[in-house]
C-alpha cells in the first residue's frame, strides 16, 4: 500500500463532492482522492421504479475501473445503488463501503426512534430495507421514519444552498425528541449545521461516518467516534 491510500470515490451527482471532500479534509487528511463521476447515474436511476440488470452492470463497470486505478478502497456516495453496491463488494478484492452504512449502525446504537431525511427520492426504498437489514442484524428494535424533501436536491443542483438547508431543518423539526436523525445523503450533509439549532435530537451525516469506517477499513485503525452535534 502507498505511503498514502488511494481512495476511490464514485459519484453518481456533483452535489455529493463537496461534503465528502470536506470530510475526508477533517478526518483523513492523509488520504489520496481519486474522483470518479457520472453524473448520469443519478438522472437515469431518477427514471427508473426499481435498479434494473443493465444499470447494476454499468455501475459495477464503474466499481471495477476504480480498482483498477490502484485504489486501495472505494466509497461510493450516492444512495440509490445498495444492490449494486453489494454486487461490486464480492467481486473486488478491496474494500467497498456503501455511503450509509456507517451512518447506520451509529443511528441504531443511539436509540430506538430514528428519523431520516431524504431528498433523492428513487434512495428511499433501499435505504429502508438496508436500515431494517442492519437493525435486525445487530439484534436491535429500531424504527426508522422517514420524509422526503425533493424540492432541496432541486434547489441545491441550482446551487441555491440557503433554500436546500433552510427547508430540510424546516421539515425536520418534526423529529424532535427522537434518539437521533439522519440526513440520508452525502449531499444533504451540509444541512447538518442549520438542523442542529432546530432540535436537540443528534443529528448524523454519511460522510463523517463514512471516512472514519472507511480508514477503518484500510488502515485497521479503531475507527473515531462520531458525535451527533
Given at each position: 500500500m502507498m505511503s498514502s491510500p488511494r481512495i476511490a470515490l464514485l459519484h453518481a451527482t456533483p452535489v455529493a463532492m463537496e461534503p465528502i471532500h470536506d470530510a475526508f479534509a477533517r478526518l483523513w487528511p492523509d488520504a489520496e482522492l481519486v474522483n470518479l463521476l457520472d453524473d448520469g447515474l443519478s438522472v437515469d436511476r431518477a427514471r427508473m421504479n426499481e435498479l434494473t440488470e443493465p444499470m447494476t452492470e454499468r455501475f459495477v463497470s464503474l466499481c471495477r475501473y476504480a480498482e483498477s486505478t490502484g485504489a486501495d478502497g472505494l466509497l461510493v456516495t450516492c444512495s440509490a445503488?445498495?444492490?449494486?453496491?453489494?454486487?461490486?463488494?464480492?467481486?473486488?478484492?478491496?474494500?467497498?463501503?456503501?455511503?450509509?452504512?456507517?451512518?447506520?449502525?451509529?443511528?441504531?446504537?443511539?436509540?430506538?426512534?430514528?428519523?431520516?431525511?431524504?431528498?433523492?427520492?428513487?434512495?428511499?426504498?433501499?435505504?429502508?430495507?438496508?436500515?431494517?437489514?442492519?437493525?435486525?442484524?445487530?439484534?436491535?428494535?429500531?424504527?426508522?421514519?422517514?420524509?422526503?424533501?425533493?424540492?432541496?436536491?432541486?434547489?441545491?443542483?441550482?446551487?441555491?444552498?440557503?433554500?436546500?438547508?433552510?427547508?430540510?431543518?424546516?421539515?425536520?423539526?418534526?423529529?424532535?425528541?427522537?434518539?437521533?436523525?439522519?440526513?440520508?445523503?452525502?449531499?444533504?450533509?451540509?444541512a447538518a449545521p442549520l438542523l442542529r439549532t432546530k432540535i436537540g435530537a443528534p443529528v448524523l451525516t454519511a460522510p463523517d461516518a463514512a471516512v472514519a469506517r472507511m480508514r477503518q477499513r484500510v488502515l485497521g485503525t479503531s475507527p473515531q467516534t462520531l458525535g451527533g452535534r
Open positions: 445503488f445498495g444492490p449494486a453496491i453489494e454486487r461490486a463488494a464480492r467481486d473486488m478484492s478491496i474494500p467497498v463501503l456503501k455511503p450509509n452504512e456507517a451512518m447506520f449502525q451509529a443511528a441504531i446504537k443511539a436509540g430506538n426512534r430514528i428519523g431520516m431525511i431524504a431528498t433523492f427520492p428513487p434512495a428511499l426504498a433501499t435505504m429502508q430495507e438496508e436500515f431494517a437489514e442492519e437493525s435486525q442484524r445487530l439484534g436491535a428494535s429500531a424504527q426508522l421514519t422517514s420524509i422526503v424533501i425533493p424540492e432541496a436536491i432541486e434547489a441545491l443542483r441550482h446551487h441555491d444552498v440557503e433554500t436546500h438547508n433552510g427547508l430540510i431543518a424546516e421539515r425536520g423539526k418534526q423529529f424532535e425528541g427522537y434518539d437521533a436523525v439522519m440526513l440520508a445523503h452525502f449531499s444533504t450533509s451540509r
